[in-house]
């Protein structure tokens, strides 16, 4: 048996096991072609029955909300940061933000450089570590548009509900939780997320959108910046990453063996309470950065009494065969990113090295 590695990476992150193996099978002849998947044209049928399926079935997994098209993109989620405000922000509108982190804050950059961008609540106040009350986001009458990031997978916190925009596109960054439980996606203008934390590897970013927000995109802007060029083109306008995509497909097959996505909730909820439950049960030894109520369950952020335990800790985690625990490098402190594809087994083990650590060091 392949030895694999208690991986916490935050992204490119772990992948399910069984989607790697079937990977491998078709690595070299896919399905009887005599080719992998990566030399085949894009515009022949066997790519496309791919492409196609991949979009079904992230459709199904959202519950086939009417209306909504999917396309596949690269450049990451930061292309996005870019394209939306390129894309969305008319002339006397105004972008609004929730700046909740390090990535609203880039996100917010980006419109800057391209229009007038608002900020509609932010937490700065509390270091960014937790979610701003709903009832405090204020989004100005000539909104184009709110723009929420619904993990911060940095400081590790996360949107549990999404307010309420009225008529205002509500357009959320998922990258670091998307398909991680059941969304209403009625509530959503635009989804979209880069795809290395839940979906697959890095190299495909995943756009869900309300048709309508994706069909009018300004002649103005570079043809391959426009929305509506994906969308006429089912985003193969121009060679797209074949690879990446066939990945997806394979995760969301994955996804739904789990049971879909209450099955992947219903994971991931007992592997962060798992966590969250050793952290809170040190007597203080562990404290969780994040304000509880806003804690994430895809990165979980904590820290010890000081930044040399801190250091103390990644260093014996590694040695003892933990990868990625190790906070983010403008935070500090430590950070386990549990996304679906983590197991609970691995989950078990950090709890494990936890108390062994504590023992070794109170
Ligand atoms: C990782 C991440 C990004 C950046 O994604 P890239 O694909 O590297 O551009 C943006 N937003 C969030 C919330 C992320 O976690």
Known sequence: MTKRAYNFNAGPAALPLEVLERA????????????????????????EAVHNEAQQRLLSLLGNPEGYKVLFLQ???????????????GEGQ???YVATGSWADKA???????????????????????IPALEDIQIPDNAAYLHVTSNETIGGIQYKEFPDTGNVPLIVD??????????????????YAGAQKNLGPSGVTVVVAREELLANSPKSIPTIMRYSTYLKNNSLYNTPPSF???????????IEEQGGLEGVARNNERKAALIYDAIDQSGGFYKGAAEVSSRSNMNITFRLSSEELDKAFAKASEQAGFVGLKGHRSVGGLRASIYNAVPYESCEALVEFMKDFQAKNS
């Not at 800057?112 to 900020?119: F, P, R, S, T, W």
């Not at 998922?174 to 989804?191: C, E, N, T, V």
């Not at 066939?246 to 994955?254: A, C, G, I, R, S």
């Open 174 to 191: 998922m990258s670091s939780d998307i398909l991680s439980r059941p969304l209403d996606m009625s509530q959503f203008g635009m989804i």
């Open 75 to 89: 450049g990451g989620a930061s292309t996005q940061f870019a394209m939306l405000p390129l894309n969305l922000l």
């Open 244 to 254: 990446a995509i066939y990945m997806v497909n394979e995760v969301l097959k994955w």
């Open 108 to 130: 917010i950059s980006e419109a800057k450089l391209i229009g007038e961008a608002h900020v509609a609540a932010s937490s700065e106040a509390q270091d960014f570590m937790q």
């Open 94 to 96: 105004v972008a609004s």
């Open 24 to 47: 491998q099978k078709e690595f070299v002849d896919y399905q009887g072609n005599g080719m992998s998947i990566m030399e085949m044209s894009h515009r022949g049928a066997v790519y």
